[in-house]
């Protein structure tokens, strides 16, 4: 079991450090309306995370227990995945574009319920997390639902955690990336190990 989760927290570490539309959307409300708000959108964000992983586990799970073969080709296709978006990644712009300019506050139901939203109907981290998660599974055999529930805990708790930071340090964090426009260069080639890394994992 550790030798999956292990791996897992590390990737999904990883992957929640990489500039995305959620921690840049977390930074610049941290960055304007002030910490709280910056954690409150995250908590909306990763809250969506349970919708996407109930949808993976009982429809992956539905899968396993049809057809071994058919869960292989899922992994498969998984790995084809994430190696289209280190592709992605490496064809991307590495500067990082943000701005906090013009953000009204707003309260705080609203802000969650804006990450929950922004997350819920994001088709792709469903996709992403077909193509993630079924490679960590430490026993397909077993009780599949499970697992991908834990795994789904597992990456909620870390995410809540770097979105804490961001949001409690968003100033410095800004600031920090405007003086040291390298830094996106070194965030982009991250990404494409990560996802390259991942997707070998997965099928081997």
Known sequence: MADQLIPFLTAAILLTVSPGPDIIFVLVQG???GKKYGLITALGLV??????????????????????????V????????LFFLAFKVFR?????????????GRSFFSLFKQGFIMNVLNPKVT????AFFPGFLWEPEGNTVFQFYVLGFLFMFQAILIFGLVAALAGKISTYLQK??????????????????????VLM
């Open 47 to 72: 809250s969506g995370i349970i919708i996407h992983t109930t949808l993976v586990a009982f429809g992956v799970s539905a899968i396993i227990r049809e057809s071994e073969m058919v869960f292989v």
């Open 92 to 104: 991307s712009d590495p500067e990082i574009a943000f701005s906090a300019e013009g953000i009204q």
């Open 127 to 130: 996709i992403f997390f077909l």
């Open 180 to 201: 040291h426009p390298s830094s996106g260069v070194v965030l982009k080639w991250v990404q494409v190990f990560v996802f390259i890394g991942i997707g070998f994992f």
């Open 74 to 81: 899922i992994k498969i296709f998984g790995a084809l995945y």
């Open 31 to 33: 960055m304007a309306n």
